[in-house]
T-cell receptor
Framework: KQEVTQIPAALSVPEGENLVLNCSFT??????LQWFRQDPGKGLTSLLL?????REQTSGRLNASLDKSSGRSTLYIAASQPGDSATYLC??????????????FGKGTHLIIQP | NAGVMQNPRHLVRRRGQEARLRCSPM?????VYWYRQLPEEGLKFMVY????????ESGMPKERFSAEFPKEGPSILRIQQVVRGDSAAYFC????????????FGPGTRLTVT
């Protein structure tokens, strides 16, 4: 059974810092990995999607890497801003098996950027 | 292109009543997924549907829960005889044809059972 773990569970840093959020998964037979942000009481906003054949994806100040063999992904946020405060979720889609069509989520990293 | 739409955004039901949650996928998307987020827990996959077809319901509770995606109209997640433990945020996502595609999420329906 696929399990996704995110570390740290919570993080508070001053504005302007670069930071790294970590995600690990137990089953490396994945189709893709997605990073989302979730604001309190809101839905999920997709940030980056990495296919299993890719090593990284970049969008603006965000960079996500994927090491499928070790079951790890990192989300790098450059020059953090107060507007980046949210919960960041990592999710993987399995290659096959029961529930493979759905995403398996980690519990998220709750990020606070102090002005 | 409007995003994934869900309604109602908030739903209050008494124990024993039925809850119906609706989801309209993004235009051009034919795949719909339902997820549940219980308080203090992560999002859990429930069911994956295409038009008129349930593809994978391995995450659905065996009783009281059902889902459909008719040829016309939104996808419906139906919870019969709700209990307090059903209180959660229910999210719908949609994607285009290819299985590897990104999933786009709606704003969710927050169900409260009193």
């Amino acid at each position: 059974k696929q399990e996704v773990t995110q570390i740290p569970a919570a993080l508070s840093v001053p504005e302007g810092e670069n930071l790294v959020l970590n995600c690990s998964f137990t089953d490396s037979a994945i189709y893709n990995l997605q990073w989302f942000r979730q604001d309190p009481g809101k839905g999920l906003t997709s940030l980056l999607l990495i296919q299993s054949s890719q090593r990284e994806q970049t969008s603006g100040r965000l960079n996500a890497s994927l090491d499928k063999s070790s079951g790890r992904s990192t989300l790098y946020i450059a020059a953090s801003q107060p507007g980046d405060s949210a919960t960041y979720l990592c999710a993987v889609r399995l290659y096959s098996g029961g529930g493979a069509d759905g995403l398996t989520f980690g519990k998220g990293t709750h990020l606070i950027i102090q002005p | 292109n409007a995003g994934v739409m869900q309604n109602p955004r908030h739903l209050v039901r008494r124990r024993g009543q039925e809850a119906r949650l609706r989801c309209s996928p993004m235009k051009g998307h034919s795949h719909v997924y339902w997820y549940r987020q219980l308080p203090e827990e992560g999002l859990k996959f429930m069911v994956y549907l295409q038009k008129e077809n349930i593809i994978d319901e391995s995450g659905m509770p065996k009783e009281r829960f059902s889902a459909e995606f008719p040829k016309e109209g939104p996808s419906i997640l139906r919870i019969q005889q709700v209990v307090r433990g059903d209180s959660a945020a229910y999210f719908c996502a949609s994607s285009p044809f290819q299985r590897e595609d990104e999933q786009y999420f709606g704003p969710g329906t927050r169900l409260t059972v009193t």
